[in-house]
């Protein structure tokens, strides 16, 4: 049966799954919590687990915000590199605040691996909000 991680939630070695029954393309992997998933028909979900042994790089979406200044999103990109984190997409704007906002899609290879990156970009200066998607 095929299965296939869901885009919408990009769930990651570590998160609490369910499995979606799709129409013909068998199972979409959702994290626990997607609101994608809660809004379908719980009688179409499956149980399913991450493996023991899995291996390799997982897509995750962050939204970060923080007080614009001189040299941002080259500390934001030296800190993402130096948690060995490589990014995929990357976005970002400037709100009339000062605000910088971006949106960044991420190659991890686990939640440890992630909720350690996480930890170092709150810690960043002027960081305001630090969120997965």
Request: aromatic share 4%.
């Amino acid at each position: 049966m095929l299965i296939k991680i869901s885009q919408c939630c990009k769930p990651v070695p570590g998160d609490e799954v369910i499995g979606f029954i799709t129409t013909g393309v068998g199972i979409s992997v959702h994290k626990a919590t997607c609101p994608s998933l809660l809004a379908t028909d719980p009688i179409r979900w499956v149980e399913v687990n991450w493996s023991g042994d899995i291996q390799g790089r997982h897509r995750t979406e962050l939204f970060l915000r923080a007080e614009d200044r001189k040299n941002l999103l080259a500390d934001i990109s030296s800190l993402i590199s130096s948690d060995d984190a490589d990014v995929v997409e990357f976005s970002s704007r400037t709100t009339a605040e000062n605000i910088a906002e971006f949106r960044v899609v991420l190659e991890i290879t686990d939640r440890d691996h992630l909720q350690k990156l996480l930890v170092h970009l709150q810690q960043m200066p002027d960081m305001i909000e630090v969120r997965r998607r």
